[in-house]
């Protein structure tokens, strides 16, 4: 399939003009571009999967913290909490939260994880998507459809926006990753292709203006934390698409006051360090600490 996709409107009507799902398209347009096969696009997000599994797996199994000891050890305490007491939420939040910990956490040993869209959100699309997967018991190939369709969420936005803090602060990175995720989630779950965008819109919106301000520079603090706040953020999409909510502002509109909340941040809350979090009282202490001077 030889077409060029870089609005989310124009995916809703090729989705309506073909009868074909965002996973459908994305990976016959990938197939075509990168000369493949589409059995090897599904291989390759298969690959993924897999990391994505390994991730949470290793990083539910430790608690060795980060150079700078700032994190490392909070799934290990989420674990041992729900071993004795569990959630208020139930068991698929339980997963949730600890494995979006674990894939954060793991980022900030220098482990093995999948950049979905960055670093620093890493935690959010897998404990979403194999969270949910794991309480339904969906097989491998919907995990897939679901990785895939939250794979060109992160693209189309990506057309617009660079998701880097360092550009347009931490919405672009656990803002996006909190839309990819609500996307993925949600065709899991059956969702159409409205409901998906709408999901994939409520999600993002709810987050635009969040700044990137780590203290001591270090991907760890707030990073690791957002992590499983913006997981679950992603579920309360899913459930509202799924019901009928719509996000009144259309998801190509909610990106573009994404690009433009980005361009009126000031630089200082832009993965700089220069204000926000990282310039706290507690915030320069701990640089101090770490770094020293």
Request: aromatic share 4%.
């Amino acid at each position: 399939m030889d077409i060029n996709i870089s609005t989310f409107e124009q995916l809703h009507n090729v989705c309506i003009s073909t009868d074909k799902k965002i996973y459908e398209i994305s990976q016959e347009v990938m197939a075509t571009s990168q000369d493949i096969t589409v059995e090897q696009v599904r291989a390759f997000a298969n690959r993924s999967l897999f990391a994505m599994k390994e991730a949470i797996n290793s990083g539910m199994s430790s608690s060795e913290p980060s150079l700078s000891e700032m994190c490392g050890q909070d799934c290990a305490k989420l674990k041992k909490r729900f071993e004795k007491e569990h959630s208020m939420f139930g068991s698929l939040f339980e997963k949730i939260v600890q494995y979006a910990l674990a894939t954060s956490e793991e980022n900030i040993r220098m482990g093995t994880i999948v950049a979905c869209p960055t670093a620093g959100s890493c935690g959010i699309l897998p404990a979403a998507l194999i969270g949910v997967s794991r309480e339904y018991n969906y097989p491998e190939y919907d995990q897939i459809n679901a990785l895939i369709t939250a794979g060109e969420i992160g693209r189309i936005i990506s057309v617009k926006v660079a998701l880097a803090g360092a550009v347009a602060g931490c919405q672009a990175e656990c803002g996006t990753a909190s839309a990819m995720a609500a996307g993925a989630v949600c065709q899991l779950k059956g969702g159409n292709i409205s409901q998906i965008l709408n999901a994939s819109a409520l999600a993002l919106k709810n987050l635009l203006g969040l700044t990137c301000d780590p203290v001591a520079g270090l991907v760890e603090v707030p990073c690791v934390k957002r992590n499983p706040f913006l997981a679950v953020h992603s579920i309360t999409a899913v459930e509202l698409a799924l019901s009928g909510v719509e996000s009144k502002i259309p998801l190509d509109e909610v990106v573009d006051a994404m690009a433009q909340t980005g361009a009126l941040m000031s630089p200082m809350l832009k993965e700089s360090s220069q204000a926000g979090l990282a310039t706290t009282k507690t915030g320069l202490k701990i640089k101090q600490q770490i770094f020293g001077g």
